[in-house]
């Protein structure tokens, strides 16, 4: 029984923050860390190239097809499938890897692979199988060379490309393309900091506050993008992490109370029902992996 959700970072002692990873090797060596309930420091493009696991990310199962491409941000909390055999290539990578100028973090701040407003990032590239194993053999013939001052340059640019291939094609498989103005603007910086700060922060006008705008213009903002309040998100982010807590780890109600920043667990556990109508204990009875 697991007091806490597993967490990795990037693996120690490489050249770069920047990995490509054979699935079925992985597997054969790490399959109980791979399917235990897991998050890690760094992004995935998970490429499963055969077979049709059944992939968790969030308590929300994502079925997959061969020559899927899955795309995972930081701190996902995920879970490959037990039973199915599959085979693949990964490519891990971090942020102090892809982010060299600001430019490039803004790229990968506001891309639709790992910042999808709506839904996880998946596409099926049966089409386009040249195209990406091309890049992605680049890459691979890159990491067998002795790194220099340019084999950084040359794998970002390598996976940038990747990427804007992967982003054409995500908005012609089933995308809903979200208009580029100052509403999506302030979203995403809402949602940043909410990311960091809904432990110790709940209130909506502290996040309007340091965004440097009204409550009802981060309102105006989150309802016309995602359809729902900045109080509506603040909820769904705080009881997210509640529920991973709860079905994956043994930590009482008590200690997740505080650590979501509950002055009282009475309150938490009054929180949890209102919004979802069971009490945390319940939660966990029907749900626990851990």
Not at 208 to 227: D, S, W
């Amino acid at each position: 029984m697991r007091k806490d959700i597993i967490y990795y970072g990037f693996k120690n002692g490489l050249p770069q923050e920047f990995e490509i990873v054979d699935l079925e090797e992985l597997y054969k060596e790490f399959k109980d860390t791979l399917t235990t309930t897991h998050r890690t420091g760094f992004y995935h493009i998970i490429w499963f190239q055969h077979g049709c696991p059944l992939h968790l990310v969030d308590f929300n199962p994502i079925e997959i097809k061969p020559n899927t491409l899955l795309f995972l941000n930081k701190d996902t909390v995920q879970q490959f499938d037990k039973t199915t055999k599959f085979s693949g290539k990964a490519i891990l990578f971090t942020d102090s890897f892809f982010c060299q100028t600001e430019a490039d973090t803004k790229f990968l701040r506001n891309s639709i692979l790992f910042n999808d407003l709506f839904s996880i990032s998946r596409i099926e590239i049966t089409k386009y199988l040249d195209l990406f194993a091309n890049i992605l053999q680049q890459m691979t013939d890159e990491l067998q060379n002795t790194k220099d001052n340019s084999q950084t340059d040359i794998l970002q640019n390598l996976l940038h490309n990747f990427l804007l291939h992967a982003e054409r094609e995500r908005r012609k498989q089933n995308f809903s393309e979200i208009k580029k103005d100052a509403n999506l603007d302030y979203v995403l910086l809402f949602k940043d900091l909410l990311e960091v700060e809904y432990k110790d922060q709940k209130q909506v006008n502290y996040y309007a506050r340091q965004i440097i705008i009204t409550e009802k213009r981060l309102n105006i903002a989150t309802t016309k993008v995602l359809g729902k309040s900045p109080k509506e998100l603040i909820d769904e982010r705080i009881l997210l992490e509640a529920k991973r807590i709860l079905a994956h780890t043994t930590e009482s109600v008590k200690e997740i109370a505080y650590y979501l920043g509950f002055e009282e667990p009475t309150n938490f556990i009054k929180y949890f029902k209102k919004h979802l109508a069971v009490t945390p204990i319940e939660f966990r009875e029907k749900n626990t992996m851990a």
